[in-house]
């Protein structure tokens, strides 16, 4: 896994990741490419199922068993890096 | 009498019930014990083109997108939605014996420790006789997507909230157990398998309603108001979150169905699956509300205040 460049983010797609964890908590605005999404209380575990359901929907493809962990959901970066950029 | 004395009797009475009850629940599960590995047999292959679920527990049923699927398109669906019942009932009961493994001879569990031993013992089948159908008929174990990780810091709120999700996830299981179990339409080892879980969850439910009474006795006299909230609002989410557990993109997918996250999301806001999840939750509601833990419903929009995180 590569991290990617702040010019070679797909924008689109972290704007709808960032869409449904405002709209799950009310927290538009707040929530930035580093925004530690679990222990800020972005994210609890009920609400990560989904979540991660929703970055399969986006993306098109299943998120491997030995990839759900939580450290590899703590940021919209680390998400993006994981399972968007070079995947 | 004063108000400690009659509390203090009050605990030591609920003590003794619950003592007696758990040496009953001790005294059936010897009566009852099986060899898992001899009670069932196993037929080499099952019907492709009978229904393995029945159909009024399908994640379509109530909904419009039923008619859209044909006969054997329902067919194979409940082909793979029972093996995503029996998958995270598998995942579930690892999770609830890693519970019990952690309170089993902990002070504060002494009336439980001796049933837990049977608890551990049953699940333990349980847990084999579902994956085992689950590896012979569907090849594989869906693997699970939660992650766990903690937002009470408390620990007699976290043993409690794990033991109100055991009671919650067998009421709700149950609930299938017993339709499957009854459906003469069914092969008959998914009617056994759901008839012998059923049996031996009546105990561990017996257990459950007790254990979870009395810990959260001792939490709503020991936390405020704003923390019982907080509890409350966690479980009624989870339960939410366990009803929608049923609706797997990869059950979806493994059926032939184009487009399993659209699926998903389409079949849980169905109007007609409402109904179907009250239904579903109706037993550990009733006793969830008539106990106050509960009082939000579920899935009334705005049930779950802005900015409570649990985990």
New interface residues.
Partial sequence: MSEAHDDQIDYAAVARLRDWLAAK??RAGEITMDTDL?NE?VL???Q???F??YI??IRGR??P?AM???AY?TSLRVIYDTFFHGF | MSETNRSDEGSRKGKGDLAALMRRLCDLSVDRAYDPYREFEWPATLTQTAPWMSEDLLSVHGTPYRDDLSTEQRCRLGHWELVNFFSFNVHGIKELMQTVLTCIYKSGHETTWEYFHHFLDEENKHMWFFAEFCRRYGGKVYFTQKMQFPAFSEDDIRTFIAFAKILISEQVSDFYNVRMAADETLPPIVRKLNRVHHEDESRHIAMGLNVVHAMYTALAEKYPDNTLRQIESYLSRYMKFFVESFYNPAAYRDAGLDEPYEWRNKLIEAPGRTAFHSRALQKTLKFFQSNAIVTLDPFASGSVPPGVQAG
Avoid: A, C, K
Wanted: charged fraction near 25%; proline fraction near 5%.
């Fill in positions: 908590n009310g679990i209380g609890d575990s009920l990560m199922v989904n991660l359901l399969e929907e299943e998120i068993e759900v962990q939580p959901f």
